[in-house]
C-alpha cells in the first residue's frame, strides 16, 4: 500500500482498519459522521469507507494517483483549517468510485474525501479548482 | 418558504450564527456574502446536488467487478495555501 495511507492504517494495523471522524459528513449523508477505513489486500488499491452504525452500508474508494498523474486539488482556506492541516503532507487524498451496471466505472475527483492523517478526522471538500475536475472521471483499467 | 426584501448592503441572519449579506447587484447576477461557521458546509446548489447525487449512487458498490488499477503517479499532496496553514507563520 502506498505511503500516503500507511500512517492510519498503521494504527490499527491487526484488522487494517481506522477509525475516521467526518464531522460535516458526506454530501446527502450529513448526519453520518463515524466511518471505518478498510483495506483488504485483494482490494488494493480500493478501499472501504464503511459506516460504523451501519455496516452493511460503505463507499468504495481510491487514492487518485491510481486514476490520473496529475491531481492536485486546491483546498480552501476554510478547509485547511477546519482540518487543521499544518502541512499538505498531512492531507490523505480519497476519491469516491461508482460502479453502475454494464458502463465504465467513475471516479469523483470533484468532490474528493480528505482526511488528516495526524487527526484522523476528514471532510467531503470542494476544492477552489474543482472546475478543472469531473465528477465522473471514467476509471482507466489497465 | 420565507421570502424577504434585501437591499445591496444588508444581511440575514440564520440560526444567529450564519450571515448572508446581499453584496452588489451586477445586471441579473446577485453577489451574496456569506460568513458562517467551519462546521457549516456552504455550496452552490448544483454543485452540491451533482456531488449528492454521485454519492448517492455510489454507496453499496458490489465486490467481485473491481477493476485492476495501476498507479499513474507518486502520491502527490494537495495544495494548500501557505499562509492558510495554522502555526506556520514564525
Given amino acids: ?142 | 418558504m420565507l421570502i424577504l426584501s434585501r437591499k445591496p448592503g444588508e444581511s440575514i441572519v440564520i440560526d444567529g450564527r450564519i450571515t448572508v449579506k446581499i453584496m452588489r447587484l451586477e445586471g441579473d447576477v446577485v453577489r451574496v456574502g456569506i460568513e458562517a461557521p467551519q462546521s457549516v458546509p456552504v455550496h452552490r446548489q448544483e454543485v452540491y446536488d451533482e456531488i449528492q447525487k454521485n454519492n448517492q449512487e455510489a454507496l453499496n458498490q458490489t465486490l467481485g467487478q473491481l477493476p485492476r488499477l495501476t498507479a499513474k503517479a507518486e502520491p502527490s499532496a494537495p495544495r494548500t495555501a501557505r499562509s492558510s496553514i495554522p502555526h506556520a507563520r514564525p
Wanted: glycine content about 4%.
Fill in chain 1, 1 to 142: 500500500m502506498n505511503n500516503l495511507l500507511t500512517a492510519p492504517v498503521e494504527r490499527q494495523a491487526a484488522n487494517g482498519a481506522s477509525l475516521i471522524q467526518l464531522p460535516c459528513g458526506l454530501l446527502g449523508f450529513e448526519r453520518v459522521k463515524n466511518y471505518i477505513l478498510l483495506t483488504r489486500p485483494a482490494e488494493e488499491p480500493f478501499l472501504r469507507l464503511q459506516m460504523v452504525e451501519e455496516p452493511k452500508r460503505s463507499f468504495l474508494v481510491v487514492p487518485p494517483h491510481f486514476v490520473i498523474a496529475d491531481y492536485r486539488p486546491d483546498l480552501s482556506e476554510l478547509d485547511v483549517a477546519f482540518l487543521e492541516l499544518e502541512d499538505p503532507s498531512e492531507a490523505i487524498v480519497l476519491n469516491i468510485v461508482t460502479i453502475r451496471a454494464g458502463a465504465q466505472p467513475t471516479v469523483n475527483l470533484k468532490g474528493p474525501i480528505v482526511v488528516n492523517r495526524r487527526t484522523l478526522i476528514g471532510k467531503q471538500v470542494i476544492p477552489i479548482n474543482a472546475a478543472e475536475y469531473a465528477i465522473r472521471h471514467p476509471l482507466a483499467l489497465s
